[in-house]
């Protein structure tokens, strides 16, 4: 399982067990830390980013995707 982590928008991003296909997200702890549960991410609603969220969500996405091949 790979993470990666987003200080700009605050929260640690992988990929779906299913297929690997869907981003997942989990805010950071207050003290930076990271959630290594799948179980408790979320689905990435992408409609629902603010442009510089989106653009940040993209480039984690992109990083793990590249963690596939």
Do not use: Q
């Amino acid at each position: 399982m790979v993470f990666v982590k987003s200080n700009k928008n605050g929260c640690t991003y992988t990929l779906d067990a299913n297929n690997g296909m869907v981003l997942m997200y989990h805010p950071l702890y207050s003290n930076g830390d990271i959630e290594t549960n799948r179980g408790a991410y979320e689905y990435v609603e992408w409609d629902c980013l603010d442009d510089d969220v989106l653009i940040e969500a993209d480039r984690c996405y992109n990083l793990l995707k590249e963690e596939l091949v």
